[in-house]
């Protein structure tokens, strides 16, 4: 007799209890929420990843754009020229790794549902190193975002070798930027593989009550 049935969909981006940190090096991973918290600054964003072994965290992304009074997403008054171009550099890393191509991105307004994965049916691919454990100021770190290109030449390398960031440079012991727990790098694709040639399928647009909120 059935005592009980779920929908398996229910589980979409739900990571398992005390799943630890995989090893250093590249994975294929979902995103599963944007969050804005109050005590952040304008265009930081909580990215939360999940991980094949059910593993989740969050790291940190900081946007260009922010809501004004009125509700609009406007560029962040008295951002500098350089953060500004640096944060955009960053998004379109991420973009690029959730299979968007330049068209797409040029071409489209760019809101939660491209980033998660429910919504969009992408996952990112990521270089990562977990915090050392039982050492006091040691998180686990998104190195940066890759391309399928990328992560497809990196974990045919023995995985030693695939992060380009070994556990002996993780932080230990740093005070935390705005609760760090997690940082991101998200440098451009630097080893040739550059935006994808065909892009993924854009996500539906956001309703009219949608923004990028917790």
């Not at 990521?126 to 006091?136: E, I, L, N």
């Not at 998200?186 to 923004?211: E, F, H, R, W």
């Amino acid at each position: 007799m059935t005592t009980i049935m779920i929908p398996g969909s229910d589980f979409e981006g739900i990571g398992a209890l005390n799943a630890a940190p995989p090893d250093a090096g590249v994975y294929e991973v979902s995103i599963t929420k944007l969050e804005r918290h109050p005590s952040d600054k304008p265009g930081v964003r909580r990215v939360h990843v999940l991980f094949p072994n059910g593993f989740t965290m969050f790291t940190f992304v900081h946007f260009a754009h922010e809501q004004d009074s009125s509700g609009n997403f406007v560029r962040i008054p008295n951002l500098p020229d350089n953060k500004f171009i640096g944060r955009m550099k960053a998004i379109k890393t991420i973009l690029y790794s959730l299979g968007y191509a330049d068209e797409q991105i040029q071409s489209g307004d760019i809101h939660d549902g491209w980033f998660i994965t429910a919504q969009s049916n992408n996952k990112g691919f990521v270089d990562f190193t977990p915090g050392q454990r039982g050492v006091q100021g040691s998180y686990s770190n998104v190195n940066s975002w890759l391309t399928k290109a990328q992560y497809e030449s990196r974990k045919s390398q023995p995985a030693a070798a695939q992060t380009k960031a070994s556990p002996a440079a993780v932080k230990v012991g740093a005070a935390p930027l705005p609760a760090a727990k997690q940082t991101m790098s998200a440098p451009a694709p630097t080893n040739g593989a550059g935006a994808p040639s065909v892009g993924a399928a854009l996500p539906p647009p956001p309703s009219v009550a949608q923004g990028i909120v917790s």
